[in-house]
């Protein structure tokens, strides 16, 4: 009985919820569509609410960082294409997570794909304060970059999870070229390079089975108005590299576009000839560190399709390598 209240106490607030997201996506949308400005009145007809409901409505928009003119003839929206939320993506309203604040996206998009929430789900966060990247490392994520998760539950062995790194990384790459003009490539295994400086990364957290994952989330960052902590040598955000403005949600949106069409390509053998073609690593010489501990050192001559980096060590002899970090010599 009492759980029976509790759940339903649950499924209501979940109702009321996404009702306020529906009622923000339409006034957004009304807001958007409009030549000139609108009229309190015409909105308060058309939601049905109050004056005092309209004004706190765009309040709350307002607070939310859009920024609404109001004269005597009503509401102009003034477009701001760095917004992350959920209702500038339209259609995916019911999928994106958006949150000014939080430790990690990676720890809510593992707690919603433990309640089961669909595959796509996306998690995105204006700021992170316990924000990391691979091997537990700090990635600082002060407002202004792109912080974001995405849950999949996959039908294919750990051993293959890399070609979703690989799809990231070709996606970002794609994105940074054509929304930033600038020469991104891909540093092994998952880092994407401007002019050497680091400007975005990669992450996948699996859970389940260590051989058939139940589920696996993956994890960007991409620095774009951020500013970088100068303590963190080799890192870089777009806006201080780049020769022209860009902007937040066009970039996700792009990264989307790019990211859904590999997916739909993701065993085609051309992927990693392409992931190839985009690393800055093919060709150079390597070291290989492991908790501060150099373990390998030599010329990175390939990628396996497991993503391990293959490199030629001075006497000739071929090694894989699978984890750790790799410093360009
Ligand atoms: C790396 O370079 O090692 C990967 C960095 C991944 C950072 C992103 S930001 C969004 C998501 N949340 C995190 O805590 N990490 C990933």
Known sequence: MVNKIIYNKKTELIHKKTELIHKKTELIHMLKNSKGPVSGEH????????????WKNIQSLIKMGYTIKATHAGYTLIENKNLLLPWEFPGQEDNIFHYRESSSTMDIARKLAFKGYPEGTTIISETQNRGHGRNRRIWDSKSGGLYFSVIFYPEISAAYIFLYVLAASISLVRTIRAAASLPAAIKW???ILVDNKKVA???IETSGEASYPTFFILGIGVNIHNKVRTA???AAALIDLAHQPIFRSSFFIMFQKNFNSILA???NPSLLTLYKKLSCTIG???HIKYQQR??????AVDISRTGDLIIIDKNGKKHHAFFGDCIHA
């Open 232 to 234: 963190i040598p080799g």
């Open 43 to 54: 909105l308060c007809q058309l939601f049905h609410i109050s004056r005092v409901a309209v």
């Open 284 to 286: 150079k010489n390597v």
């Open 189 to 191: 295994p998952n880092d």
């Open 201 to 203: 990364g990669v992450l």
């Open 294 to 299: 150099k373990i390998l050192h030599g010329k």
């Open 265 to 267: 390509e993701i065993y």
